[in-house]
């Protein structure tokens, strides 16, 4: 017999020729077979089992990053965030120390206890939540924690304040903690910046006693101006008040003159 070229070629069907590799007609050839999971209509196995609602309202929950005293550490020694200036989200996020999405319902940080025992750092930070064995590493190493609520607004403002501070707009007033948030912003045990300042050197000596660690005298230190900074409970920026607009163009701060004004954005 004769051989041509044409007959040395892979035939036509060999791979994926005639029906494509996809079977003679009905669903699986049109593409339309049912999802994974799907039991042909009977209530499924994965919705039979679970009774009890462990993740209800998950999302629709606050979420929170945390951020240990290990990674904090690590920042401080990198110099990725600066430890003789108050620290909030801005300074953790401009260092990459957390990543926070206000649009996936983040509000903020909470500081975990992962590296207390070896934590040196002397920094006055400010979160949204902190354990209590994250206070007492802190304070037994002289540093100062405070937490404060944060809504979305804010907190976009705060992880993003060079287009903010682009658009010309005055900066808004921080909103108040929801009614289920009171008690704990408002406890000095927790650092709270609603609660009463009298009640915390009580607050730090309890915690100290606690632990078993001799609380440092704040006062006598060299960055004690820097350590006993705090915002008001209505302000985003440290140094910046409600109410002032950042002009980026000629590097200037405007400030309201107008008592209507000013009454508006005073806490």
Not at 20 to 47: A, D, M, N, S, V
Not at 86 to 111: M, S
Not at 185 to 208: H, I, M, Q, V
Request: hydrophobic letters at 35%.
């Amino acid at each position: 017999t004769s051989i041509s070229l044409h007959l040395l070629r892979r035939p036509r069907g060999r791979r994926r020729g005639r029906r494509c590799g996809r079977g003679h007609k009905g669903e699986r050839q049109r593409g339309t077979r049912p999802r994974l999971g799907f039991e042909g209509g009977q209530t499924p196995f994965y919705i039979q089992i679970p009774k009890y609602g462990f993740n209800e309202g998950h999302s629709f929950g606050r979420h929170y990053q945390p951020l240990s005293l290990n990674r904090l550490q690590y920042l401080s020694d990198l110099g990725r965030v600066d430890p003789t200036q108050p620290i909030d989200l801005t300074q953790l996020v401009n260092g990459r120390g957390v990543t926070i999405q206000p649009y996936k319902r983040d509000y903020g940080v909470q500081l975990v206890e992962e590296g207390a025992d070896t934590f040196k750092a002397k920094v006055n930070i400010e979160v949204q939540l902190a354990s209590e064995l994250a206070i007492a590493a802190i304070e037994e190493s002289g540093g100062v924690v405070t937490t404060a609520f944060c809504d979305p607004r804010s907190l976009e403002i705060l992880c993003k304040p060079v287009p903010f501070f682009l658009r010309g707009q005055p900066i808004p007033k921080r909103m108040l903690p929801p009614e289920a948030l009171v008690p704990y912003y408002t406890d000095a045990k927790n650092r709270g910046d609603l609660a009463d300042p009298a009640k915390f050197p009580e607050a730090r000596l309890e915690l100290a006693q606690k632990y078993g660690y001799i609380l440092p005298d704040v006062t006598k230190d060299e960055l004690f101006k820097m350590l006993t900074t705090r915002k008001d409970p209505r302000q985003i920026f440290f140094g910046l008040a409600p109410g002032w607009v950042v002009n980026m163009a000629d590097k200037k701060i405007l400030k309201p003159t107008e008592e209507n004004v000013l009454k508006y954005y005073s806490s």
